[in-house]
C-alpha cells in the first residue's frame, strides 16, 4: 500500500504560481512513477504530468506544457508539480497517483490516489 497526501493547493490570480506537494508513505516510493491529474467541476479527469521512478523522464498533457513542471525527490518521498502562468482554466482538484507499471497518461493505470488539493485561479 501507498498513502498519498497532496497539499500545496489555494487560490491564485491569473498568471502566477503555485507549487504543490504529494508525500508519499507506505511501500518503497521509489519504486513508483508518480502522476498528476486534475478534475475541474462538471468535467473528466484530465491527466497534467508523469515522472518515471528516478525523475529523468517526465511527460505532459498538452494544455500545461511549458507552464508545468513535474519533479521529485526521492529521499523525501514526495513529487512535486510547480505551476506557472496559471489561468483561469486550471481551477480544479489537483490528484496526485502513483503506480508500479510505467509513466503514463492513462488514469487507469494508476494503483493509488491522494484525496486531492484544490487550486482556484481568479481572473
Known amino acids: 500500500q501507498v498513502q498519498l497526501v497532496e497539499s500545496g493547493g489555494g487560490l491564485v490570480q491569473t498568471g502566477g504560481s503555485l507549487r504543490l506537494s504529494c508525500a508519499a508513505s507506505?511501500?518503497?516510493?521509489?519504486?513508483?512513477?508518480m502522476g498528476w491529474f486534475r478534475q475541474a467541476p462538471g468535467k473528466e479527469r484530465e491527466f497534467v504530468a508523469a515522472?518515471?521512478?528516478?525523475?529523468?523522464?517526465?511527460y505532459y498533457g498538452d494544455s500545461v506544457k511549458g507552464r508545468f513542471t513535474i519533479s521529485r525527490d526521492n529521499a523525501k518521498n514526495t513529487v512535486y508539480v510547480q505551476m506557472n502562468s496559471l489561468k483561469p482554466e486550471d481551477t480544479a482538484v489537483y490528484y496526485c497517483?502513483?503506480?508500479?507499471?510505467?509513466?503514463?497518461?492513462?488514469?487507469?493505470?494508476?494503483?493509488?490516489w491522494g484525496q486531492g488539493t484544490q487550486v482556484t485561479v481568479s481572473s
Open positions: 515522472i518515471d521512478w528516478s525523475g529523468g523522464r517526465t
Open positions: 507506505g511501500r518503497t516510493f521509489s519504486s513508483y512513477a
Open positions: 497517483a502513483a503506480t508500479d507499471t510505467y509513466y503514463s497518461d492513462y488514469e487507469g493505470l494508476y494503483d493509488y
